[in-house]
């Protein structure tokens, strides 16, 4: 991650002033109906043990997540350590309709954990205690605050994991994890988030606690844990989970190989997948971002490549062998010129490293970057590319690619140089204008970051009035007053239409009936 | 009914807003394969198993697009012409099964615990709710996280929040080879060398005891398929695929006992003794259980809550799931509402006033 100096992070919000572009997401309470003074002092009282910031120096850490091009001080930070102290807060805050916004580590790369000024940010970093590791079930439960990682160290003596491993897997919370339905490089064998999680507890923002999903594969009644993982926040505060953990496999290997088109290496990955390897990840750079690693942790890829695949197999020792052999023969035969197969742990590792750290070498061939996270089907992979291509010319910003081939979920990292006047109104709009080709090719805006506030415009591209109208509904179901979160994730209708972004039909809005709130 | 594929979404909109309307209850009928999966409803019957056909199928993207009505059977049988399948394995109750209803039921067959449920290989679906209106949720793609994940939650639903038109479904290649193991186990041991064996890193794909025996299917490469059956021991199984069809199909002789059958879901190393008396079969390598017996339903209710799960008695028209907490069971009225504001939709096929 790149964080902008303050200098630069001055000139974003200067830009953004003039850009003058307020998120309008889930709406809220209509803010608070007393004073901040009186929401402190409320605050103080109801929680005494609980640290509460509220110095400007003290938020300032708080004031943006992963996506730093948005920030915002909060009215105040409480940091609780006991469900009894969360439950106490969101009923201080229902009563005065003071915005909750809850926050895990901060990865987040869409804003979702953005502060509101009026609101308060609520850290659950203190719940960081793995309850416990059930290895005959196969599950750990874990308090909110854990690092992702974290569980998969907790389990490994029993030789369990953690399956999902989003790239931040150091830092990011399985809370945020929860929030965001995460992914990470393996996700395309062991599935993401929602496919790993069994149960959670959550509070309302009525205060009332729930479990959701069962210890059991199926609950009683309607799949509650689906819709609120991916939730970003709005529909309850995670308070526990209990995850499923899955026996280590005992080898892993990977294959790198070089392309000379881009062509070339999209058709190796649909030949890969169409025959019925199942690979436990298959990752994709560009050529900018090859040359971009390598001059960063010199992994030894060859820079001269137009396109390197990554490509892992894990299991028994029998059936890995057996399906590296077979892959090499496919990608050679896909065009590959260059094929490296990973024969010690060592040297695994080495060849992810440059995968691995492809965000922070990204990050040193430019002072900011923009990463976006659309999802198209595989078999548009090269006119997806080639495409972005030509816009990365049209808007002269450069834009790599390092992305999750295997389920088509495209990481452009767009360049730019947030000093130079405009610039980072341009990477945005580049950026829209890419995730409006995803759409236009059959994908969707946001594969695993979600939408914050950072995406509440392309959503308009993606889904209808009524189904936007739904998902409000389903939000007064959670959370009647709108205390949890509010402003992201689902745009407001009137911002659909202001933006003119909806889709119209023979040049009606849809559903005119409906009232764009 | 007629074998065409058709494209009924305006026909059936209509029939939902005028219900809508009138305030007149639907009672949902796919293939009318599984009445016995919830209770009965009273309402004007609504047939959909005619909006049918397979709309969009590349093998290579493991995808499939269907309206709600196509016969699971056809599904099977193109995916199968390609090499792969739907591997959460579903039964299907029955010919006339369709892919709706299969979906609305949420059921996966003994793959489950290894390669996930029915919910988990939803991506999207295109629905009418309660007021008639055609919503679309999730996409074709495999990662999808913008707006809350409407297709898998109603995933499952019965068709209480909303009618079916369009699945889209993820697919895989099928394993190129299959062995099934068994061996004698005592029903005391079986649930924990089920949980032991699901800890180790072999490539299963099915586990299951009968009361007698313990069931053991490997999946994968050859060569890894080999490897793993040399290293568990036991002997193969003849004829497996009969053998895990009529676990599937529920046609195994233990589900001809005489007796209302519960369904058990529980964390996998849960340990017998159900409550009553009778051995109950276990598939999912623990994790879901098929019992007979009568019994006071509460009984069995708490003996599942207490151990983290919960309990389905399964008679046809009578179901009964596991009652829910007084704030869990708010928390449904108001999402039913929510998509079906009037309550036309199936109404008490999960539960009363639902
Ligand atoms: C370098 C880098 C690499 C990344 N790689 C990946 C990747 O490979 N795959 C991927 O999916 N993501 C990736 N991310 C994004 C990010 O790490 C994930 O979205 C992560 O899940 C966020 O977790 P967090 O704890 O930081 O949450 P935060 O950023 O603090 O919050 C994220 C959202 O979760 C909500 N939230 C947090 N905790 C709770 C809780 N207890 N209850 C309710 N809501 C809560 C917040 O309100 C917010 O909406 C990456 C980010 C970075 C910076």
């Not at chain 1, 809370?175 to 339905?181: D, K, M, T």
């Not at chain 1, 959370?479 to 119209?504: F, S, T, Y």
């Not at chain 2, 209710?301 to 009964?320: I, Y």
Request: aromatic share 6%; proline share 8%.
């Amino acid at each position: 991650m790149t964080h902008p100096s303050l200098g630069s992070f001055r000139r974003v919000l200067a830009a953004r002033g003039e850009q003058g572009d307020r998120p309008y997401g889930t709406p809220g309470t209509g803010g608070p109906s007393c004073s901040p003074r009186e929401i402190l002092r409320r605050l103080r009282g109801a929680v005494p043990g609980c640290p509460l910031l509220s110095h400007p120096e003290e938020l300032r850490p708080y004031e943006c997540d992963g996506l730093t091009a948005y920030r915002q001080i909060p009215l105040a930070v409480a940091i609780p350590e006991s469900v009894a102290q969360v439950q106490e807060i969101l009923r201080v805050c229902r009563t005065l309709r003071v915005p909750v916004i809850p926050r895990g580590a901060g990865t987040g790369l869409s804003g979702g954990a953005l502060p509101n000024r009026s609101g308060l940010v609520l850290s659950m970093t203190r719940f960081r205690k793995i309850l416990a590791v059930d290895p005959l079930n196969r599950t750990a439960r874990v308090e909110p605050g854990v690092t992702n990682r974290a569980i998969s160290e907790a389990t490994s003596p029993f030789g369990l994991f953690y399956a999902p491993d989003p790239s931040s897997e150091v830092a990011c919370t399985i809370g945020g994890n929860i929030a965001e339905n995460a992914g990470g490089l393996h996700c395309l064998k062991y599935g993401l988030t929602v496919h790993n999680v069994l149960s959670v507890k959550i509070l309302t923002a009525e205060g009332e606690w729930l479990v959701l999903g069962s210890e059991a594969y199926d609950a009683a009644g309607f799949d509650l844990l689906a819709l609120l993982i991916g939730s970003e926040g709005l529909l309850g505060v995670v308070v526990e989970a209990t995850v499923r953990l899955l026996p280590r496999p005992p080898l892993a290997r990977l294959i790198v190989a070089a392309f000379p088109s881009v062509e070339s290496a999209s058709t190796a990955v649909g030949k890969l997948i169409g025959e019925g390897f199942a690979p436990a990840g298959l990752e994709m750079m560009d050529n900018l971002a090859i040359r971009a690693a390598e001059a960063f942790v010199h992994a030894g890829y060859p820079v001269e490549a137009a396109a390197l695949l990554l490509c892992e197999f894990d299991g028994g020792p029998e059936e890995v062998d057996d399906q590296i052999e077979l892959a090499e023969k496919r990608l050679r035969e896909s065009g590959a010129d260059f094929l490296r197969s990973s024969s010690s742990e060592e040297e695994r590792l080495l060849l992810w490293k440059g995968r691995k750290s492809a965000f922070p070498a990204a990050g040193r061939m430019a002072p900011d970057y923009y990463c976006m996270d659309g999802t198209i089907p595989r078999r548009s992979l090269p006119e997806a590319l080639l495409r972005i291509a030509r816009l990365s010319e049209e808007f002269r910003l450069p834009v790599a690619n390092v992305f999750h081939a295997g389920d088509g979920n495209l990481h452009p990292l767009i360049l730019y140089d947030a000093s130079h006047p405009h610039e980072l109104q341009q990477a945005e709009r580049l950026g829209r204008r890419i995730l409006e080709l995803c759409v236009e090719l059959g994908g969707v805006i946001t594969g695993e970051h979600g939408v914050g506030v950072e995406k509440l415009g392309s959503m308009c591209l993606q889904f209808r009035a009524p189904e936007l109208a739904q998902f409000h509904r389903i939000k007064e179901a959670f959370d009647p007053d709108g205390i949890l979160n509010p402003g992201k994730a689902v745009p407001l209708l009137h911002r659909c239409a202001e933006l003119g972004a909806m889709h119209v039909h023979q040049g009606a809005l849809p559903f005119p009936e409906i009232e764009r709130y | 009914m007629s074998l065409q594929d058709q494209d009924l979404t305006d026909a059936l909109a209509g029939e939902v807003r005028r219900a809508y309307d009138s305030g007149t209850p639907l009672s949902l009928v796919g293939g009318e394969t599984k009445p016995f999966l919830g209770r009965s409803v009273t309402g004007r019957r609504l047939p959909l198993g005619e909006h049918r056909g397979i709309l969009r199928y590349e093998p290579t993207e493991l995808v499939l697009t269907a309206r709600a009505g196509t016969p699971l059977s056809q599904i099977h049988g193109l995916l199968a012409s390609q090499d792969q399948w739907l591997p959460f394995e579903p039964p299907s109750f029955g010919a006339s099964a369709t892919l709706g209803g299969t979906i609305a039921c949420g059921l996966s067959g003994p793959a489950r615990p290894f390669t996930g449920a029915a919910r988990d290989f939803v991506l999207g679906v295109r629905l009418l709710d309660g007021r008639g209106e055609v919503l679309r949720f999730g996409g074709e793609v495999i990662k999808n996280v913008a707006g809350y994940d409407v297709s898998r939650f109603v995933t499952g639903a019965q068709g209480t929040l909303g009618i079916f038109l369009e699945i889209s479904l993820k697919v895989s290649p099928r394993p190129p080879t299959s062995a099934t193991l068994v061996w004698e186990e005592a029903p005391e041991t079986a649930v924990r060398r089920l949980c032991r064996l699901a800890a180790e890193p072999f490539p299963l794909s099915a586990a299951c005891h009968d009361g007698e025996r313990l069931f053991l299917r490997l999946s994968g490469s050859k060569a890894g398929v080999q490897a793993a059956a040399n290293r568990i021991g036991g002997e193969r199984l003849a004829e497996p695929e009969l053998f895990w069809q009529s676990v599937r199909e529920r046609t195994h002789p233990f589900f001809a006992r005489p007796g209302p059958l519960w369904r058990l879901s529980v964390p996998p190393a849960t340990q017998p003794p159900v409550p009553g008396a009778g051995t109950p079969f276990i598939d999912w390598a623990g994790a879901q259980r098929w019992w007979k017996g009568s019994i006071e339903p509460a009984a069995l209710w708490e003996w599942a809550r207490s151990r983290g799960g919960h309990a389905t008695l399964l008679d046809a028209g009578r179901s009964c799931l596991q009652p829910l907490e007084p704030a869990l069971l708010s928390l449904h009225r108001r999402l039913k509402a929510s998509f079906d504001p009037k309550g036309i939709l199936n109404p008490g096929r999960l539960y009363d006033q639902l």
